[in-house]
């Protein structure tokens, strides 16, 4: 069977340094992966605050061949597992080393930050063109940052995009923009689905 690597892209904003990103990307190098680095531009952004763009996103595109999940899932989940940890790291929690600010208009009704970080986020794509985003808490131990890449990598490797999709589905999921959110649940330590449009709607 001819083998077929994994798609990681690592996309990030102007203000994360090459030196940061090359760090990132030489301890998740692996020769079963193809990984590509994209520097996206900083711009004004207008959007609903969970789908815009953290400073570093580790984009995964999940492979659709069955087989291919049953072989070389094992290898796979490491590197998943890896790749997530390594960003957040380094992006998010107590030990991070760079911090973003995010400004906000004169007009905005809140200038506080989210709950979730701007800085480090996943975005996984299935087979389907559908994605799932799983954000971040800014406040999450290195412990619990290494329990979520870990349930992130499972969620992803060991369930079929079917699989996933009654998973979301029995958990209430709202679709915008052919994308669910998730994130962490503390208490707990599961995926949480979240419903990304505000309770008064």
């Known amino acids: 069977m001819e083998e077929i690597k994994l798609e990681i892209a690592l996309i990030h904003s102007e203000g994360i340094s090459d ?43 999940k492979p659709y061949i069955e087989a291919f ?12 597992k890896k790749a997530i940890l390594t960003g957040a790291r380094k992006l998010v929690g107590k030990d991070k080393v760079v911090t973003i600010n995010v400004l906000t208009s004169t007009n905005a009704p809140k200038k506080i930050i989210g709950e979730y970080s701007f800085a480090f986020s996943t975005l996984i794509t299935l087979s389907s063109k559908y994605k ?18 870990n349930k992130i990598a499972s969620f992803v490797m060991y369930n079929s995009d079917e699989e996933i999709m009654k998973i979301l589905k029995k958990n209430q999921n709202i679709v915008i923009l052919n994308t669910s959110i998730c994130t962490y649940n503390r208490n707990a330590k599961e995926i949480l689905v979240l419903n990304p449009i505000p309770k008064k709607y």
């Not at 301890?27 to 969970?50: C, F, H, P, Q």
């Not at 999940?69 to 998943?80: A, S, W």
């Open 19 to 61: 030196i940061i990103i090359n760090s990132i990307k030489n301890e998740i190098d692996d020769k079963t992966v193809n990984l590509t680095i994209k520097k996206r531009k900083s711009e004004i952004m207008v959007g609903l605050e969970w789908f815009m763009p953290t400073a570093l996103t580790v984009y995964i595109l």
């Open 132 to 149: 799932v985003k799983f954000l971040f808490d800014d406040c999450l131990s290195i412990e619990e940052l290494e329990d979520y890449a």
């Open 69 to 80: 999940l049953q072989e070389m899932g094992k290898d796979h989940y490491q590197v998943i």
